[in-house]
């Protein structure tokens, strides 16, 4: 079996050239999907029994909340692969994904406590699902921090790495917080292995949201990864090409 596509998959060269094609498409698909859920669920699906209208705020909350646990695992497996193969793209992932994740908690820290107005009769509350969220917050800052702190980017990357690593510990107990503790935090509403509690006419756009995310995350990870690449790379033969410059790399 043939390793080459994996070594090839780990060259920013390679990346950078590649996803060009990738963006426009990405973001067209995003912004059309984000467009269609989030008419359908403001305009179209129906009033909650209990909650009224202030339910629709989780066509942006659990977008949000998902893309917050599932980009973690993407900056960890990226800061492992880095670790163990020693590829030079996997950490440029990992560092592009640590502000996005941060944004996207904090987004789903923010609308939880609105939410958790109406709803629970206050913005905050020291629940298992919030507190163990706020952690996740504080993960993505950790490693956003220690990435920049070293003199020597290699050992940024690997601290940075570790840092991730560690971190997943949490993403299960967020998972299961609801679960384990009496919290004020209802039960999921979407999950893996059971059916939905959530109404179709309500379910269908928050699916269409969550899509949408999904692909935004991709877009916005890829152009931000892009980024990364230019400014690590500027000294080499290729970039300087892109770039313009005429004078070549000297070792």
Do not use: C
């Amino acid at each position: 079996m043939s390793w080459q596509w994996f070594h090839r998959l780990g060259s920013p060269r390679w990346f950078y050239q590649k996803s060009g094609a990738w963006l426009p498409w990405l973001g067209a698909t995003a912004l059309l999907l984000l467009s269609v859920g989030i008419v359908w669920g403001l305009g179209f699906a129906p009033e909650d029994a209990k909650q009224g209208n202030s339910y629709r705020i989780i066509y942006i909350h659990v977008p949000a909340a998902f893309l917050a646990l599932a980009g973690y695992y993407i900056m960890a497996i990226s800061g492992a692969i880095g670790l163990i193969w020693k590829m030079k793209l996997s950490f440029v992932v990992m560092r592009a994904a640590a502000p996005i994740g941060a944004v996207l908690t904090f987004i789903a820290l923010f609308t939880g406590a609105v939410w958790g107005k109406p709803t629970w009769g206050t913005y905050w509350v020291w629940d298992a699902r919030i507190t163990s969220m706020l952690i996740l917050f504080f993960l993505y800052l950790g490693v956003m921090a220690l990435s920049g702190a070293f003199s020597r980017e290699q050992s940024g990357d690997k601290a940075s790495a570790l840092l991730a690593l560690v971190g997943t510990v949490n993403i299960p107990i967020i998972y299961k917080s609801v679960d384990w503790w009496f919290t004020l935090h209802q039960p999921a509403t979407l999950k893996l292995t059971e059916a939905s509690t959530i109404d179709p006419s309500m379910f269908y756009p928050l699916i269409t949201m969550i899509a949408g995310f999904y692909l935004f995350y991709a877009w916005v990870l890829t152009l931000h990864t892009r980024t990364l690449i230019l400014q690590r790379e500027w000294r080499t033969q290729w970039v300087r090409e892109l770039l313009g410059a005429s004078s070549p790399a000297r070792g």
